[in-house]
């Protein structure tokens, strides 16, 4: 991935033909033949934080991790909705560094990247909404990225200044917009267009993740999800070879966590949140936010991507996929310190964690490898057999598969399957889009 969902991450490509040289056939220097270029070769660091934001996700996907004394899993509270925003970060800095990275391309070059974007992020939507039709429990995040790219290309060639924002503002606008709006249709006068919009929605007739999902209710809802990728884009516009860069990533980001969740601990309880909340909580069609049994439980366990709408209060917690601003805010800060120790760190470790880095590297085929693993377990199609094993220890069968398989393939040095392909198609689109 090119450091996006869908091709090799570590360099990025110029998104035109060799032939293209300005001098085609001027005589390379002798000197300059040979010579390696300063800087160059694969971000590990980032291929690492990919890794761990994939491996984050089989812990809530499959139960990944130990019992903790309560009985439940003593990983999920760590990793749950964070592995995902740390997900959604890393798409953003795959978009930069498609683009040219700490140099932003321009004219023709930049088209090209401008397109291969947008084509990445389309050639997400029937897969991810294939994931979906397969009923599976995982909330597929990759017909999301459609409406994620889509809206990150326009900002492609501002300043990463500009880019990191409109970020900071969206994280707070968003999920506030987001709030009144679902506000409005639940029992206000959008509540009829909306219905509409999903009647005529095919994606929704296909049982998949439709329009609204996308843009405001779904579990990864671009309202308050863009917030990470644009992030992410401001992210790959710096100098990410620099320790001092690193260093500053680790420091923001563990500040921006600790303010978010404090804030929100202030707020629920300190200043009287968390009672409120309880009466709001009877009051909840929580089936629809979970289903979770008491307050204590949804905060514990989180939400399907947005709260309830039947008392502002709900929007200064940070569970899991609340969709909150301190929870956007809480879990942007968390991906961001990753990325920074994952930089610092990916060089030194290279060796140690190179299965983590492999299956960062091939995060789409592990992906979209995990879910039909578990489609197949669920629906019992190797019961009885050889294989039987992958139901009956689906955890061990998934990471151990994802570690193994993604390192195996990764020493062969080519892309990975979904991700060669995703690369071929968006390049070869892009070339031949005027």
């Not at 492609?156 to 500009?162: A, D, F, I, S, T």
């Not at 671009?222 to 860069?245: C, E, H, K, N, Y």
């Not at 060089?347 to 789409?364: D, E, I, K, M, N």
């Not at 057999?385 to 220890?393: E, K, P, R, W, Y």
Request: glycine share 14%.
């Amino acid at each position: 991935m090119s450091h996006s969902i869908g091709s090799s991450p570590g360099t990025a490509d110029t998104g035109r033909p060799e032939s293209a040289s300005p001098l085609p056939h001027a005589p390379e220097p002798p000197r300059a033949r040979h010579r390696p270029r300063r800087g160059g070769g694969r971000l590990t660091g980032i291929d690492l934080a990919r890794g761990l934001a994939v491996l984050g996700m089989f812990v809530v996907h499959v139960g990944l991790g130990w019992a903790a004394a309560d009985g439940g899993n003593a990983l999920t509270p760590v990793v749950a909705g964070r592995a995902a925003a740390l997900f959604a970060l890393l798409a953003g800095v795959s978009i930069a560094l498609i683009s040219g990275g700490r140099t932003p391309k321009s004219g023709d070059d930049m088209g090209v990247a401008l397109w291969r974007v947008v084509v990445r992020g389309l050639l997400m939507l029937p897969l991810g909404t294939a994931l979906t039709m397969m009923g599976t429990p995982v909330s597929v995040i990759l017909a999301y990225y459609a409406v994620f790219f889509v809206l990150a290309a326009p900002l492609l060639q501002e300043r990463w200044k500009v880019v990191a924002g409109t970020a900071a503002v969206l994280a707070v606008a968003g999920p506030l917009v987001s709030f009144w709006l679902r506000g409005l249709i639940a029992e206000g006068p959008l509540r009829g267009p909306a219905a509409a919009v999903n009647a005529y929605d095919p994606l929704v007739a296909l049982g998949a993740d439709g329009f609204m999902d996308l843009v405001l209710t779904g579990a990864y809802p671009a309202f308050t999800w863009m917030p990470f990728v644009l992030a992410g884009l401001a992210i790959g516009r710096l100098d990410l070879r620099a320790a001092r860069v690193r260093w500053v990533l680790v420091g923001a980001g563990a500040a921006l966590a600790a303010v978010a969740y404090g804030a929100s601990w202030v707020a629920l309880e300190l200043l009287g949140g968390r009672g409120r909340l309880a009466g709001a909580f009877a009051d909840a069609p929580m089936d629809r936010y979970g289903g979770a049994a008491s307050l204590d439980g949804a905060l514990a366990e989180g939400f399907p991507g947005t709260v309830p709408v039947n008392d502002p209060v709900w929007l200064v917690v940070t569970a899991p996929h609340s969709g909150t601003p301190l929870e956007v805010l809480g879990a942007g800060g968390i991906a961001i310190a990753v990325l920074g120790v994952c930089l610092l760190a990916g060089h030194a470790l290279r060796w140690v964690l190179y299965p983590v880095a492999a299956v960062g590297a091939l995060s789409l085929t592990t992906y979209v490898g995990h879910v039909l693993v578990i489609w197949v377990a669920g629906n019992g199609l190797l019961e009885g057999g050889a294989l039987s094993f992958v139901a009956t220890d689906l955890a061990l069968t998934v990471v151990v598969g994802a570690l193994v398989g993604a390192g195996l393939w990764r020493a062969t040095g080519l892309r990975g399957p979904l991700e060669a392909l995703v690369h071929a198609v968006s390049l070869a689109a892009a070339r031949r889009i005027p």
